[in-house]
Nanobody, 121 residues
Framework: QVQLVEYGGGLVQTGGSLRLSCAAS????????MGWYRQAPGKQRELVAT???????DYADSVKGRFTISRDNANDTVYLQMSSLKPEDTAVYYC???????????????WGRGTQVTVSS
């Protein structure tokens, strides 16, 4: 069974930094894309950043220049370094991964349960 678990959320002041990590575990044959999404209260879940297996990254306009996504393929982990945080970055942050549990199976998207990030003004 595959699990994605996020770490690193918390409370930070405006202008501060946080680093989120997300580790995939269980039956994993391969992982292609990984990413981070967030959902603020009363809003829809939105894309924050994605990274391909070849380390090509893409970002939402709202976080470009402030957030950096990276991955450690050897440990099936994706990171999100967040800097210059703003109150509008407050949300639950979710990681996801497109992976094959075993050779010969189809790829599926898996999600973590989320970690809260709160930026105080």
């Amino acid at each position: 069974q595959v699990q994605l678990v996020e770490y690193g959320g918390g409370l930070v002041q405006t202008g501060g930094s946080l680093r989120l990590s997300c580790a995939a575990s269980g039956s994993i044959f391969s992982i292609s894309a990984m990413g981070w999404y967030r959902q603020a209260p009363g809003k829809q879940r939105e894309l924050v950043a994605t990274i391909s297996s070849g380390n090509t990254a893409d970002y939402a306009d709202s976080v470009k220049g402030r957030f950096t996504i990276s991955r450690d393929n050897a440990n099936d982990t994706v990171y999100l370094q967040m800097s210059s945080l703003k109150p509008e970055d407050t949300a639950v942050y979710y990681c996801n991964a497109n992976l094959k549990p075993t050779r010969g199976t189809s790829s599926h998207w898996y999600w973590g349960r989320g970690t809260q990030v709160t930026v105080s003004s």
